[in-house]
C-alpha cells in the first residue's frame, strides 16, 4: 500500500498540467449546470407570476353549496374575492345551444 501511495506523487507531478485541465473542465461544467438550472428556475417562476397575474391565485373550490354558505365564507377577511361559476355540457359528447346560437364543443 505504501507503494501506491509514492506513485500517486509521481504521478501528479508527471501529469500536471493533465491534472489542471480535468479540474478546469470539472469546475466549467459544474458553472454551466449551475447556470442551465437558475435560468429553469427564473423561467418558471417568471411564467407562475405571469399567469397568477392573469387569471388569478385560485385557491379552493367548492361544489354544492347553499347561497348562505357562499354569503358567509365572502364575509371571511381572509376571502378577497368569490364567484360563481357554472359547467355545462362537460362531456361535449354533442354541440349545445343557447336560444337559437349553437355553441362549440369543448376540446381536450
Known amino acids: 500500500m505504501r507503494s501506491y501511495l509514492s506513485l500517486v506523487a509521481i504521478s501528479g507531478k508527471v501529469r500536471k498540467r493533465q491534472n489542471r485541465m ?6 466549467i461544467s459544474v458553472l454551466l449546470v ?3 438550472f437558475s435560468v429553469a428556475d427564473m423561467f418558471i417562476r417568471n411564467q407562475s ?19 348562505d354558505t357562499a354569503e358567509e365564507i365572502s364575509r371571511r377577511p381572509d376571502v378577497a ?7 355545462f355540457n ?18 381536450q
Open 22 to 27: 480535468t479540474i478546469f473542465c470539472i469546475i
Open 90 to 107: 362537460a362531456d361535449a359528447d354533442q354541440p349545445y345551444y343557447i336560444g337559437e346560437k349553437k355553441g362549440c364543443r369543448l376540446r
Open 34 to 36: 449551475t447556470t442551465i
Open 49 to 67: 407570476e405571469g399567469l397568477k397575474q392573469k387569471h388569478g391565485n385560485w385557491h379552493i373550490q367548492l361544489e354544492n353549496i347553499s347561497q
Open 81 to 87: 374575492a368569490v364567484g360563481w361559476s357554472e359547467i
